[in-house]
């Protein structure tokens, strides 16, 4: 089986080298390929690249012409390099469409998400596999969705690659590396709701001629598949069998929920197999370190308590495993009905909840500092500053004594002393003597007594008293 290469994003490697796959040149758009059936095939833009080869978009050439809206894509690999023809000889011996129809009418599914073999050939140095075109792959989504799915997306999720294992091992084979970006969405608006499992790359058999694979680790084969979700067996480069393909999956499984593994952003191999090992022993703790303050999914547990008892030749109980995904989604609150769920409701509602509403006019603004001072009270006088209601009741009084036509000192009449009144506490008062030809004099009385209020009294109520005792005077 061949070893692990670098990650998609990792540059090619102009030289082959040990662990490192030579990348195919870049072939121009709408060049020509001639498959084994000998027909042909017009290349599309690239839409993607992997550590072994490069993705195109393609039509069959009907009449000389391409046909729009591609329906396939063209996988390209060096006739060098052994990922492409591990997967090539996995969907000519194990997908054939009508094996696949077959098993599908036998385990009455309406979708199996195992791609059905099409074509392949071979042009010029290189060698290449046609297949359906398919949509976004569960990585993408995984960090579209802010990097958790919700338990009915996972468990769902999860019960499809339940059926699609459960093909591949009937067919003698283990996968050995599955993850988020070797599953992909269905293309067609009808299949949304559908994945598959693509990327046959690492394939092998558990099964040959003597039976099942013997239990015997290879140091040449430790660390194969992705570091990240690869089974402790392929650890210790023991060949892959049915349950390690579980294992992998509880991985995968575990990250989707939670959106993180405890060994994520460790890189050393004998390190991370270290901390699966640890956790192996005691699969609560794996959980709740994984979950962090959420709580963990019990079938998580479950699933793990029991992938853990499989024997290395045993034969896993499939529908047992749906079963407990199926009660998963139910615990989670939702009913299951196999449609995909990326996006977890009640997080959003909870976020919509707890986070204010902007204006829409305008942007918030924060309010200005008040940088005055308060005024200073002298601890030794009673003496108190005048307020601005204070001197315009003052000067509005001076300027009705110079007046020739006074006007009456009513306090409903004027609109500076209602304020007063209401701040001392009380109400405003109506003068309903007749001042007659005292209004001169009690006017004069009214100023010079404010003037002594504002000296010598606290506050306002002082004010208040004044004028009222120099009323009591004028009556």
Request: net charge positive.
């Amino acid at each position: 089986m061949p070893r692990a290469a670098k990650a998609a994003g990792d540059k090619p490697a102009p030289k082959k080298r040990k662990g490192i796959y030579q990348m195919p040149d870049p072939l121009p758009l709408g060049e020509e390929l001639t498959d084994f059936q000998k027909k042909k095939w017009a290349l599309g833009p690239s839409v993607g690249k992997g550590g072994f080869g490069e993705i195109y978009l393609a039509s069959e050439v009907k009449e000389g012409k391409p046909q729009e809206n591609p329906s396939h894509v063209i996988k390209i690999e060096p006739r060098g390099n052994g990922p492409l023809f591990c997967e090539l000889h996995f969907y000519q011996r194990a997908a054939k469409p009508d094996m696949i129809k077959s098993w599908k009418k036998k385990q009455k599914l309406k979708h199996l998400g195992v791609p059905s073999y099409i074509t392949a050939g071979i042009h010029k140095d290189k060698r290449f596999l046609v297949m359906d075109r398919f949509g976004e792959d569960l990585w993408n989504l995984f960090l579209k969705s802010g990097k958790k799915f919700s338990p009915k997306a996972a468990y769902t999720i999860g019960i499809q690659m339940v059926d699609a294992l459960e093909y591949v091992h009937d067919q003698g084979y283990v996968h050995a590396d599955i993850k988020g970006s070797n599953i992909l969405l269905g293309f067609e608006p009808k299949a949304k709701d559908q994945v598959f499992l693509v990327d046959f790359g690492l394939v092998s058999k558990y099964m040959g001629i003597n039976g099942h694979n013997v239990y015997k680790p290879d140091p040449k084969k430790a660390h194969e598949g992705t570091l990240e979700y690869t089974s402790i067996g392929a650890h210790e480069g023991i060949s892959s069998s049915r349950r390690h393909d579980f294992e992998i999956l509880g991985y995968n499984l575990v990250q989707w929920m939670s959106g993180d593994l405890p060994w994520s952003k460790v890189t050393k191999e004998t390190e991370v197999q270290a901390i699966k090992v640890k956790h192996s022993k005691d699969r609560n703790s794996f959980l709740q370190l994984s979950f962090k303050e959420q709580t963990y999914p019990t079938e998580l547990r479950d699933y793990f308590n029991y992938v853990d008892k499989i024997a290395y030749e045993e034969k896993p109980n499939y529908s047992k495993i749906k079963a407990l995904f199926k009660k998963g989604i139910v615990s989670s609150g939702e009913k299951f009905d196999g449609k995909l769920q990326f996006v977890t409701p009640k997080k959003e509602n909870i976020k919509a909840i707890n986070t204010p509403r902007k204006s829409p006019m305008k942007s918030p603004v924060k309010p200005a500092k008040n940088t005055k001072k308060p005024a200073k009270r002298n601890s030794d006088s009673s003496e108190t500053a005048e307020t601005p209601a204070k001197k315009r009741t003052k000067r509005k009084m001076q300027t009705e004594d110079s007046s020739s036509d006074a006007r009456s000192p009513s306090p409903q009449r004027n609109p500076e002393k209602k304020p007063i009144s209401r701040a001392a506490g009380g109400k405003a008062k109506t003068n309903q003597r007749n001042p007659g030809s005292k209004k001169v004099k009690t006017l004069k009385r009214l100023v010079a007594s404010t003037t002594i209020a504002t000296q010598t009294s606290p506050g306002l109520k002082g004010l208040r008293r004044t004028r009222k005792k120099a009323g009591k005077r004028d009556a």
